[in-house]
């Protein structure tokens, strides 16, 4: 295993599982940029169980691959369609966030193929 791949994989989880935290609380920041793009709020713990299950995903990823691939390639399906509705509500105060999480999604994705 290459170190990149595990330090990756490990900051990819870390911050997807801060983010599923947030949307199960309804943190207010959350509640806030998800309203900005036209998600209700009524949408978060779903929002927040699909990265959890992707947390779970990267973890398994990291010793049994297939599934790790399986979950990176769903995060960045997720914030792929986050930017896509950031972009259709004009929504560009707050893209940074999304922007990131899309890159350490590839970034993951790519690791996890090519390790």
Do not use: Y
């Amino acid at each position: 295993m290459s170190i990149a791949f595990v330090v990756v994989t490990l900051v990819a989880i870390a911050c997807n599982a801060v983010e599923a935290v947030a949307n199960f609380v309804g943190a207010a920041w959350v509640k806030r940029n998800s309203r900005a793009v036209g998600v209700p709020d009524s949408w978060l713990p779903f929002l927040g169980f699909v990265k959890a299950a992707a947390v779970v995903g990267l973890a398994v990823g990291l010793f049994w691959r297939p599934l790790g691939v399986a979950a990176a390639a769903g995060l960045v399906a997720f914030f792929v369609c986050a930017m896509v509705a950031h972009v259709r509500a004009q929504v560009f105060h707050n893209i940074a966030g999304p922007l990131l999480f899309l890159g350490l999604s590839a970034a993951t994705l790519w690791l996890m193929v090519a390790a």
